[in-house]
Each structure stands twice: as C-alpha cells, then as structure tokens.
C-alpha cells in the first residue's frame, strides 16, 4: 500500500514538471512568433512602397520606417505594434497624395500641335466638342494649333473623347449646359451641342427643343457679344421625308412637326431660322452646315443609329435588324470628311446652308451585308422588323454647292470608313463586355 502511494507521487510530480514545462515553452513560442508577425508585417508595408515604384520616397521618411522596423523587435506588447503599424498606413497613405499630386504635374505627351502666332492663332469656342463630331473637330483645330474651348453638358459626350487634350496650355473644358448663358471670349463658334440619334433626342423631346432653340439663342448672343463668326451644326432632318431626290440646299422640305422625330427636325429648323434672323437683324457672321448622316470612330456604341447598330450586332453574331422592308436608302459621310466640310465652311465667305455629307447611297439591306461581309466570321443573318414610324425614305445630298463653294467632296470610300470603325468598336466590345460581362442589345428605333 505505503509503496504504491510512493509510486502514485512520484507520477503526479513528474507529470506536474512535464506540465511546467510545456507551458514554459508555449510562452516562450508565443513571444517569437508575435515579434516574426511584426517584422512580416512591417516588411509588408516596406515592399509595398517599393512595389509602388515610389522612388521619390523622402529619405526621412524611410529612415523612420526602418527605424520602427528595428524598435518593433525590441517590443513586447502588441498594442505598441498596432499603434505604430496605424501611423505608418497613415504616413504612407499621406505620400501617396503627395505622389499622385506630382504625378499629375509632370508633362504629359500630347498629340503633336503646330505652333501658330498670335495673328493666325485663333481661340474657338466648341459647343457639344466632347461629343463624336465635336472631338474630331477639337482634335484637328487643336493640331492646327488653335486655341480650343470645349463646352458640353455630357448628356451625351463623353471626357473620354477628349482626355487626351486635358493639362494642353491650348485647351479648356467647360462643363456648362448651353441652355443657359454662357460669357467667354472667343473667335469662332462651332455649335454642335445637341443630341443627334433618335433614341437620345427623344429621350427628352422637351429638353432636345429647348438645347436647339435656347442653346442657338444663348449661342447666338455668345457671338453677337464677342463678334464671332458662328457655325450651326443643322440637320439633313430639316428636309424631313423628302418628296425631292437627292436634297438640294434650295429644297424646303416634308417634316411631321407633331410627330416623334419633330423636337429634333423642327429644332433644328428653328435654329437656322434663329441664325438667319440674328444675320439680319444685328449682323452676326452665320455659317449653316445641313450634315447628312456621319459615321466614325467614337460613336456612341449604343445610339440606335443603322452603323453602330449593324456592327455591334455583326460583332456579336447576332441578328442584323433591319426596320421596314430594307429598301429606304442611306448615303453615309466618315467623320473625317465632315470635319473637312465643317472646317471649309467656316473659312468660306459663303452664307446659305451647305449640304455636307456623301452622296453614295446604298438601301439599308445593302448596307447590312456590306458590314456582315466586313466582319470576319461574322456568323449573323438579316432579318426585317416592323416599319418605324416617320422614318425617311430616301436621303441623299446633292453636294453642287459644297463642290462649288467650299471646293469640298467627300475622300474616305464607304469600305474603308466602314473597316476603321468596325476596328473601333471592336476595341470597345472588348472593353466593355471585360468590364460588364454584357452583350450589347438591339437600341434602334429607326434608321437615321
Ligand atoms: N452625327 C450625325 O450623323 C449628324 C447628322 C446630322 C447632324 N448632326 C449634328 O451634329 C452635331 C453633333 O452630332 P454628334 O453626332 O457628334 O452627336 P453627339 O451626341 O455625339 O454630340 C453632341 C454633343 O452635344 C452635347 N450636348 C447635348 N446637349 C447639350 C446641352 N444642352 N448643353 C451642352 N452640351 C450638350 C452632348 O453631350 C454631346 O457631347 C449635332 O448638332 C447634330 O445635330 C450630326
């Protein structure tokens, strides 16, 4: 009995050493591993300044760091350690303001600008210049080396059209709604803001009426003010659906003008009317452009318009709708040609409207397989919908008055214009359906 309470507690110490001692060593690993967290940690936000490329990184600054890195590892509580990790997220949050603000001020590499003097050099003013046609005219003026304002609302113009001129000492932009006025200086006025597909200028029929009649006034009171020669962007729409083939300048048109597409037409048949008025009466140097239907890079993907319709839908191997039976023709102007046309106009000394656009005129169904047969192993077949309503039969400029005023014919042929904008939305469905997984849907209601 008494041998074997002897053995009894002799187990019970030795298990009571072997517990002494287990717990000695998870002290002694906990202590090693808390100070290894913190040297990861810190190491972390080390390499992450570096990662950065923060080469300008102050040398203070780096001292410190490394000075914490080394107090860190004399450290016993962890609170200290948070405290010290909080500050340097906080100092380095703080460099990294400092870093995007230099960034921002080192010069950016421009598209090249002809230098010009003070006599050729003029300031001009672009209204809806963040818009598909505007910013290929803001482009060319400023490579001329003009000096170039944008004003645009972004209803339906993008910064992106134009980013590429932002920090340019000849360049500005001005978020403003020409709906109210506007006092700048300038020299010559383009005014293109207005939307211009019929999905985006029937969003908002009363606002499309009020950018075209009150925008032109504002617009036209702008160059009455500084005395600017002013350039209207009008309208093929004016003629409305033609009971004259081609539209010759002299044709006074056939406009519904209670029907959908009358905010846009009768707007924009306001604004000559305004243009013509403000020529009369208080003399302002008025220029009008009757642009048919233009096509290019930097259409919006989806503005319903039969271009940007047919090739995102070819791209995509989906149906190619056509509205109607497919037999209303079309002639489409490249942007580029436009700008020519819109630049000529505004140099000329003549001041009727000008028809600008392409006179080549293909049916719908025409163009369909034209752009099916552009786009590689595009797998999509044509189909017809329901006729839209008001939609034009026919339309295509008679261009005798560009020919002979402005000595202006279009340049880019249709396949070639049709290949640099396929390649451009291209570019964007990439972009778009990478970042929203979406298939871009059908957004048309006509075929303007
Ligand atoms: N593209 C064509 O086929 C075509 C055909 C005929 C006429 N036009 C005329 O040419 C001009 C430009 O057309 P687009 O195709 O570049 O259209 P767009 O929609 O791409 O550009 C119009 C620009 O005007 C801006 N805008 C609209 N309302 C505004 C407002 N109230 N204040 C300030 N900015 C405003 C938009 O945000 C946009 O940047 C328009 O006046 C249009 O009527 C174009």
């Given at each position: 009995?008494?041998?074997?309470?002897?053995?009894?507690?002799?187990?019970?110490?030795?298990?009571?050493?072997?517990?002494?001692?287990?717990?000695?060593?998870?002290?002694?690993?906990?202590?090693?591993?808390?100070?290894?967290?913190?040297?990861?940690?810190?190491?972390?936000?080390?390499?992450?300044?570096?990662?950065?490329?923060?080469?300008?990184f102050?040398?203070?600054?780096?001292?410190?760091?490394?000075?914490?890195?080394?107090?860190?590892?004399?450290?016993?509580?962890?609170?200290?350690?948070?405290?010290?990790?909080?500050?340097?997220?906080?100092?380095?949050?703080?460099?990294?303001?400092?870093?995007?603000?230099?960034?921002?001020?080192?010069?950016?590499?421009?598209?090249?600008?002809?230098?010009?003097?003070?006599?050729e050099?003029?300031?001009?003013l672009?209204?809806?210049?963040?818009?598909?046609?505007?910013s290929?005219?803001?482009?060319?003026?400023?490579?001329?080396?003009?000096?170039?304002?944008?004003?645009?609302n972004?209803?339906?113009?993008?910064?992106?059209n134009?980013e590429?001129?932002?920090?340019?000492?000849?360049?500005?932009?001005?978020?403003?709604?020409?709906?109210?006025?506007?006092?700048?200086?300038?020299?010559?006025?383009?005014?293109?803001?207005?939307p211009?597909?019929?999905?985006?200028?029937?969003?908002?029929?009363?606002?499309?009426?009020?950018?075209?009649?009150?925008?032109?006034i504002?617009?036209?009171?702008?160059?009455?003010?500084?005395?600017?020669?002013?350039?209207?962007?009008?309208?093929?729409?004016?003629?409305?659906?033609?009971?004259?083939h081609?539209?010759?300048?002299?044709?006074?048109?056939?406009?519904?003008?209670?029907?959908?597409?009358?905010?846009?037409?009768?707007?924009?048949?306001?604004?000559?009317?305004l243009?013509?008025?403000?020529?009369?009466q208080?003399?302002?140097?008025?220029?009008?452009?009757?642009i048919?239907?233009?096509?290019?890079?930097?259409?919006?993907?989806?503005?319903g318009?039969?271009?940007?319709?047919?090739?995102?839908?070819?791209?995509?191997?989906?149906?190619?709708?056509v509205?109607?039976?497919?037999?209303?023709?079309?002639?489409?102007?490249?942007?580029?040609?436009?700008?020519?046309?819109?630049?000529?106009?505004?140099?000329?000394?003549?001041?009727?409207?000008?028809n600008?656009?392409?006179?080549?005129?293909?049916?719908?169904?025409?163009?369909?397989?034209?752009?099916?047969?552009?786009?590689?192993?595009?797998?999509?077949?044509?189909?017809?919908?329901?006729?839209?309503?008001?939609?034009?039969?026919?339309?295509?400029?008679?261009?005798?008055?560009a020919?002979a005023?402005?000595?202006?014919?279009?340049?880019?042929?249709?396949?070639?214009?049709?290949?640099?904008?396929?390649?451009?939305?291209?570019?964007?469905?990439?972009?778009?359906?990478?970042?929203?997984?979406?298939?871009?849907?059908?957004?048309?209601?006509?075929?303007?």
């Amino acid at each position: 009995m008494l041998r074997q309470t002897l053995k009894f507690r002799k187990t019970i110490s030795f298990l009571c050493v072997l517990s002494l001692l287990i717990l000695i060593y998870l002290i002694i690993t906990k202590s090693n591993s808390e100070h290894g967290r913190t040297h990861y940690k810190i190491a972390e936000e080390k390499r992450d300044i570096t990662f950065r490329g923060f080469n300008i990184f102050p040398k203070d600054e780096y001292n410190n760091i490394n000075k914490m890195n080394l107090q860190s590892s004399n450290e016993v509580t962890s609170d200290d350690t948070k405290h010290e990790l909080a500050e340097a997220k906080n100092r380095i949050q703080e460099l990294e303001k400092k870093i995007a603000i230099l960034e921002g001020r080192m010069p950016q590499k421009y598209p090249e600008v002809k230098f010009l003097g003070y006599k050729e050099r003029r300031r001009i003013l672009v209204t809806g210049g963040a818009g598909f046609v505007g910013s290929h005219l803001v482009d060319i003026l400023m490579m001329k080396g003009h000096e170039v304002i944008v004003v645009d609302n972004f209803f339906t113009g993008r910064k992106r059209n134009v980013e590429h001129w932002f920090g340019h000492r000849n360049f500005e932009m001005i978020h403003h709604d020409i709906v109210n006025p506007l006092y700048v200086e300038a020299d010559e006025i383009y005014h293109l803001a207005s939307p211009a597909s019929p999905p985006h200028y029937m969003q908002n029929p009363v606002k499309t009426i009020k950018t075209n009649t009150l925008g032109t006034i504002n617009m036209l009171g702008l160059a009455r003010r500084v005395g600017a020669r002013i350039l209207i962007a009008s309208t093929s729409e004016v003629y409305g659906d033609p009971l004259v083939h081609p539209q010759p300048e002299s044709y006074w048109g056939h406009v519904n003008p209670i029907g959908p597409r009358a905010c846009y037409d009768e707007g924009k048949r306001v604004a000559e009317t305004l243009a013509y008025s403000y020529a009369k009466q208080e003399k302002v140097d008025v220029r009008v452009a009757r642009i048919f239907n233009t096509y290019g890079p930097r259409m919006h993907v989806s503005d319903g318009r039969v271009v940007s319709n047919f090739i995102m839908q070819a791209l995509q191997n989906l149906t190619i709708t056509v509205y109607g039976n497919g037999k209303q023709t079309r002639s489409f102007c490249y942007v580029s040609d436009l700008v020519d046309g819109l630049l000529g106009l505004m140099a000329s000394s003549y001041t009727l409207p000008v028809n600008i656009g392409n006179p080549v005129e293909h049916t719908i169904e025409e163009f369909a397989m034209i752009i099916k047969n552009l786009v590689p192993g595009c797998r999509s077949t044509v189909a017809t919908g329901a006729a839209v309503e008001d939609d034009p039969q026919r339309r295509r400029p008679d261009i005798a008055v560009a020919e002979a005023h402005l000595h202006w014919k279009p340049k880019v042929s249709l396949q070639e214009g049709l290949q640099r904008t396929i390649d451009y939305f291209k570019e964007e469905l990439s972009r778009t359906t990478l970042y929203n997984n979406q298939t871009y849907v059908d957004m048309k209601v006509n075929h303007h």
